[in-house]
């Protein structure tokens, strides 16, 4: 009794399954049916209208690249102009599927407040890009120092700005990082620190002479701005020769070598001794007598 009462309702929902599973399937064939010519207008539109974008999208990129114009700001007006595209293509699918668009408009602005709070730093990087971006006060090929890191601008993005280090790897700085900080723009030459130091018996106009010609033979050291070179201190042991060249930023670490080696070269040709650091000793008369004595 107990099993065909089992088996009855066994048979009973693996009935109320298959009738479900088969009004599902009629509804969705009866949707496909209804709706097929519109859904696949839909994915027609959104084809069209990414492949329109990223046309578009590229002539403007080739048309802006002729121009005199900063590479963010170029990134950022194709950008805009595939965002707008995106933005039609989706209300013209909207419309070819009759959805209403301002109980939907309303309903993103509700869910965009919530979106807003739970990405309030994604949004200050952006806003902090375009504030970067349109400011201008560095642009991409510059060096830059700012929050204990420096390099070379690689690229302005909306949300972060990326730096190549002189060893060639990259630092990524949000942009919320940088607005509103202290930044140390360099441009796009740097100057170098260098010193040598000569002994006070040396002929001091002759040691300038030779630094003036091995910058002036340097082809790294730029002439314009000139170099400054001078007596820098007045050491225990030596006079130091203050040298600041300026170099482009690819030639800066190359250029240091390079002018070190020449001015040791240079300074061996003229006899000019750069001596290292030494302390002289004196024994006064009398002094072998009184150590005697203490021993």
């Known amino acids: 009794m107990h099993l065909k009462l089992f088996f009855a309702a066994t048979n009973s929902v693996a009935n109320a399954a298959a009738d479900a599973a088969n009004r599902n399937k009629e509804l969705i064939i009866e949707f496909f ?93 952006l806003v902090a890009g375009l504030t970067i971006i349109f400011v201008k006060k560095f642009r991409v090929g510059e060096y830059i120092e700012i929050n204990g890191v420096q390099g070379q601008v690689d690229t302005i993005e909306l949300f972060s700005t990326t730096l190549l280090h002189p060893d060639l790897s990259h630092v990524i700085v949000p942009n919320r990082k940088i607005v509103g900080e202290i930044i140390h723009n ?61 170099t482009a930023l690819a030639d800066f670490g190359p250029a240091a070598g390079e002018i070190n080696k020449a001015l040791i070269e240079r300074f061996r040709e003229a006899k000019i001794s750069i001596p290292f650091p030494q302390r002289e000793i004196r024994l006064l008369p009398g002094s072998e007598v009184r150590n005697a004595a203490a021993a």
């Open 33 to 125: 049916q209804k709706n097929g010519g519109k859904l696949a207008s839909a994915a027609l539109i959104l084809v069209v209208g990414v492949v329109v974008g990223k046309w578009l999208g590229g002539l403007t990129m080739r048309k802006l690249m002729k121009r005199d114009m900063d590479p963010p700001i170029r990134m950022l007006l194709v950008r805009s102009l595939r965002l707008v595209i995106l933005l039609l293509t989706l209300m013209l699918i909207a419309e070819n599927l009759e959805i209403k668009l301002l109980p939907l408009v309303a309903g993103l602005g509700v869910a965009g407040v919530g979106v807003g709070l739970a990405m309030q730093g994604v949004l200050s990087n």
């Open 186 to 246: 360099y441009g796009k030459i740097r100057q170098l620190d260098l010193s040598v130091g000569v002994s006070y018996d040396s002929d001091l106009n002759s040691a300038l002479s030779v630094v003036r010609d091995i910058l002036a033979r340097n082809p790294r050291v730029l002439k314009d701005p000139a170099p400054v070179i001078g007596t820098a201190t007045l050491a225990d042991s030596s006079i130091v020769i203050a040298i600041k060249p300026w």
